[in-house]
């Protein structure tokens, strides 16, 4: 069974730093395309930043580029994603997301894409 756990969510004033972590279990990330979404309330859930190809490949929303970096422990099985330069804007839950299909990351409308598992998320707030 396919399970993904997030965490390292919390409060930082704008400027600040996170970290998230998605633990996988149930397969190896690395053969899978995983990702990074956030949803604010009253709108749909947003790419942020995806890899694939063992880790070999990434690819960030225009608006998290240079702030934002997405990597994966493959040994520990745990996804990640670095955030630096924080903005109010940033403000959401945060999911990971993953899908065995690798033309889901690959595709150019990665951004919208509904991947096939997701965790439960966790809540960044980012205060001015």
């Known amino acids: 069974q396919v399970q993904l756990v997030e965490s390292g969510g919390g409060s930082v004033q704008a400027g600040g730093s996170l970290r998230l972590s998605c633990a996988v279990s149930?397969?190896?990330?690395?053969?899978?395309?995983m990702s990074w979404f956030r949803q604010t309330p009253g709108k749909d859930r947003e790419g942020v930043a995806i890899i694939y190809n063992g880790g070999g490949v990434t690819d960030y929303a225009d608006s998290v580029k240079g702030r934002f970096t997405i990597s994966q422990d493959n040994a520990k099985n745990t996804l990640y994603l670095q955030m630096n330069s924080l903005k109010p804007e940033d403000t959401a839950i945060y999911y990971c997301?993953?899908?065995?299909?690798?033309?889901?990351?690959?595709?150019?409308?990665?951004?919208?894409?509904?991947?096939?598992?997701w965790g439960q998320g966790t809540q960044v707030t980012v205060s001015s």
């Open positions: 149930g397969y190896t990330d690395s053969d899978y395309c």
């Open positions: 997301g993953a899908d065995p299909d690798f033309s889901i990351c690959a595709g150019a409308d990665w951004e919208g894409a509904d991947f096939g598992h």
